[in-house]
């Protein structure tokens, strides 16, 4: 049985990343919390480059802490930022989710207090899939 998602607990973790943002070029700063089979939360914050392309949204950048510490499977994600309505993942990260999960439940939310609960699969319909090599 699965236990339920604490969202509150996403949602702060979510919030102390997007401290750790590095958005010196847009003052954009996200924060991410992700939320692994196991029950461990992971975090992670954008990082912009002088070369634009180079940036990492805070996404992928805890789904990457996600994977380089073992999990394999994410059960739920939140994503702090400071708009109204809060901003919705980019394609990419939502491309990125989905290797991750079936059909992710998302928090998003901005440090005003506004929530909004979507999913991966509501946001990227249809993400570009392969066949896994057995």
């Not at 997007?18 to 924060?31: N, Q």
């Not at 692994?36 to 939360?41: A, L």
């Not at 994410?74 to 491309?95: F, K, M, N, S, Y």
């Not at 989905?98 to 999913?119: K, N, T």
Request: hydrophobic share 45%; glycine share 8%; with cysteine.
């Amino acid at each position: 049985m699965t236990t339920a998602i604490d969202w509150d607990a996403l949602a702060t973790a979510a919030t102390l990343a997007r401290a750790s943002a590095y958005a010196p070029y847009s003052g954009f700063a996200v924060g991410s919390a992700v939320l692994t089979d196991d029950g461990r939360i992971v975090t992670g914050a954008n990082v912009e480059n002088a070369v634009y392309g180079l940036g990492i949204c805070a996404e992928r950048v805890a789904i990457a802490a996600e994977d380089a510490a073992g999990a394999r499977r994410i059960r739920a994600i939140a994503v702090c930022t400071d708009t109204e309505p809060p901003a919705r993942p980019c394609g990419p990260c939502l491309q990125v989710m989905a290797e991750f999960g079936d059909d992710i439940p998302i928090l998003l939310f901005s440090i005003q207090g506004h929530r909004q609960m979507s999913s991966a699969r509501e946001l990227l319909p249809e993400p570009f899939s392969l066949p896994k090599p057995s």
